[in-house]
């Protein structure tokens, strides 16, 4: 059968076996059932296409779409030959944008549902249905001629109508010595091939297959992260996010950086070092002992600040009561705070206000942060807001009645350690995204180690090296920011030639796959060159302070600055791959379940609600948990609803499902 008879430029076209009938007010003859019956079945047996094209055309068709859908059967089946895969999946890739002429991928899944053993039956229906259609055309055609003179044309018509009376009987002749299918002798043998024809090339995933994470590049710091990944068997990405955190809260208040390319020495290239960190991570993944072990030197030189400024009102508020009536009072001690205590904007700025230059908003649980005040939808945009703007390096403001305060040079590194669900609310807020928050986060989701952490007592040089890096870290945050008569004059890191090479390269590199490879993450990709230069300035930073004071060179050198370019090819990665969506509850629940059916632990060919809620995994025992994790596999062709009753562990069911076999299972029992 050639391209042009079914090709789905003719057939889109109106065809001649559905005519506009004028003078009758009825619909035309069509069985929408059988041509849907028929569709399905081709799409499950594909070795029936050669019996039926043979004898079918695409005009025999009265709905639109079927016409369509048997044209594309027809070019993909003239293209791959015997081999040719009909499926919905299949119909959709070939037309790809077109998909939608032929009805959707919904109406495409659905014609499956119709198919059974009767193709015979559908075929000599349809082809009776089509020339009832024809002959009524002509019939109608003739009734118009009838008021004209020309007596040619009417015989022409007569003609006509009698050939075509003639060709369907021709046509359902050849149907009982040439039909390829079985007999009633083994109908039953049939029914079963019919119902186990789903196959895995058909199947919809249960849940979203996201790209593998890519490995972790190798720092300066790695030996620190494995040191932390040692003590607590948290994933090593997780370890790393909460040390190079920690790190740039520990130096973001000693140096400032120079964005190439706005201009040497200018205040708009100028920008902090200050980082905003993201990890998500699962309950169970040990973010708290993480966060424990990273910011414990932080945290103790918290609590020795907090005890000195206890002391301090003390003498404060004394002084007070015993000054003078009308004298002014000075200003209360500075807040202790290097850990952001309350996660609002009008919180954050008053501890930036009354506290250090330099704070960290840091929490194992990120989701209280989350759902809280501060980022409530009344809040949300403001909190965000303020933090794009320390991000930036700019003044921040509050405004009231009485007074305006305005914030310059602060200083505000962020860590958020999030559940996935957390996570999806916060990255789904398009605002959040508008606004540029979600591009200003370095994010990353490691790869789960639960269940593959064996008790392992923590080595003495493993915890001693942690020590040290508490001690560290400590010393750093305590270190007072460089101040010229009495104002803070921090250096500027800039890059050198080497690294200037380097990070033009990365630049350009970013830059000519935004509107392509990385269109779906566009605003972060933007930031990635800025990103890559703080990052490289926290690792160089780090580097020189380790040094004697006499020797330092405050810059970025092109190891450092390859260290920052390696991250954030890292940090892209891990955004694309987050672009694919996560599962919902239903859909896990439904791969809970389909990878139960598929274990030893069931052993039979059909299943039933009941027999889930008596038997299955304990979370599905409940049945609307059950139905909905069964409605979601009916949907992706996991199982298929039986037509009939089976007895199943001894149990009559009326109401049971066919048990689709994926592909890993049928080469399993091959083998």
């Known amino acids: ?201 058909d199947m919809i995933p249960l849940v979203p297959e996201r790209p593998k994470g890519v490995e972790f590049p190798q720092t300066p710091w790695h030996g620190l992260f494995v040191c932390v990944q040692k003590r607590t068997q948290a994933p090593l990405v997780l370890c790393a996010q909460s040390v190079m955190a920690a790190m740039t809260l520990a130096v973001q208040h000693l140096a400032d950086i120079e964005i190439p390319g706005v201009g040497i020495g200018s205040k708009a290239a100028r920008r902090p070092i200050a980082n905003f960190f993201l990890t998500i991570a699962r309950s169970g993944e040990r973010k708290s002992s993480v966060d424990r072990i990273v910011l414990q030197g932080i945290r103790e030189l918290q609590r020795e600040r907090e005890d000195i400024y206890q002391r301090e009102v003390a003498e404060w508020k004394n002084f007070c009561a015993n000054m003078e009536r009308g004298a002014v009072k000075p200003p209360p001690p500075m807040l202790p705070y290097i850990i952001v205590q309350e996660g609002t904007s009008e919180g954050i700025f008053k501890s930036l206000q009354s506290g250090p230059w330099s704070q960290g908003l840091f929490s194992d649980e990120g989701g209280n942060f989350i759902g809280g005040y501060g980022m409530s939808a009344d809040s949300r945009a403001r909190t965000t807001t303020q933090f794009n703007q320390l991000w930036d390096g700019s003044a921040v403001q509050r405004s009231r009645v009485t007074e305006q305060v305005i914030l310059r040079d602060r200083r505000l590194s962020l860590h958020l350690m999030v559940q996935p669900k957390v996570s999806d609310e916060l990255l789904g807020d398009s605002s959040l995204k508008d606004n540029g928050f979600t591009a200003r986060c370095l994010i990353a989701e490691p790869t789960s180690t639960i269940g593959e952490r064996e008790f392992r007592e923590p080595s003495v040089e493993v915890v001693e090296t942690c020590n040290q890096m508490a001690w560290y870290l400590k010393y750093l945050a305590g270190h007072p920011a460089p101040r010229t008569e009495g104002n803070i004059a921090r250096p500027v890191l800039r890059l050198n030639e080497a690294a200037r090479e380097l990070w033009i390269e990365f630049y350009n590199e970013v830059e000519s796959k935004l509107n392509n490879e990385y269109r779906g993450i566009q605003g972060f990709a933007a930031k990635a060159p800025e990103h890559a230069i703080r990052l490289a300035a926290v690792f160089a930073l780090e580097g020189e302070l380790r040094k004697p004071e006499e020797e330092r060179l405050f810059g970025i050198a092109s190891n450092s600055m390859q260290v920052g370019i390696d991250l954030m090819q890292f940090y892209l990665a891990e955004q694309l791959r987050l672009q694919v969506g996560r599962a919902t509850d239903e859909e896990e629940d439904a791969q809970l379940l389909m990878d139960w059916l598929r274990s030893d632990a069931w052993d039979e060919s059909f299943i039933s609600i009941a027999d889930i809620c008596r038997r299955g995994p304990s979370v599905l025992r409940k049945k609307t948990k059950a139905q909905a994790a069964v409605e979601v596999c009916l949907e992706r062709s996991h199982l298929k609803l039986h037509d009939k009753e089976e007895v199943i562990k001894g149990s009559k069911r009326r109401k049971v499902f066919k048990i689709c076999c994926d592909s890993a299972t049928e080469g399993a029992t091959d083998a």
């Open 1 to 201: 059968m050639n391209q042009s008879k079914h090709g789905l430029m003719e057939i889109v076209n109106d065809s001649p076996y559905r005519p506009k009938f004028n003078l009758v007010k009825k619909t035309p003859p069509h069985s929408l059932e059988t041509e849907c019956c028929l569709l399905g079945t081709l799409a499950l047996m594909p070795q029936l296409w050669e019996s039926v094209a043979s004898r079918v055309e695409s005009q025999d068709f009265y709905d639109t779409r079927n016409r369509r859908i048997f044209g594309v059967m027809a070019q993909i089946a003239e293209r791959d030959g015997s081999d040719a895969v009909l499926s919905p999946v299949a119909l959709q890739g070939f037309v790809g944008g077109a998909a939608e002429e032929l009805g959707g991928l919904a109406y495409l899944s659905s014609l499956g549902d119709g198919a059974d053993i009767e193709v015979e039956t559908h075929v000599r229906t349809l082809l009776e249905l089509s020339q009832r259609r024809r002959q009524l055309a002509l019939a109608l055609q003739l009734a118009e001629q009838a008021f004209d003179a020309d007596e040619t044309l009417r015989l022409a018509t007569v003609a006509e109508l009698s050939h075509s009376s003639r060709s369907l009987s021709e046509r359902a002749s050849s149907l009982e010595s040439k039909w390829n299918i079985p007999t009633k002798g083994n109908c039953r043998n049939f029914r079963s091939i019919l119902e186990d024809a789903t196959v895995a090339g």
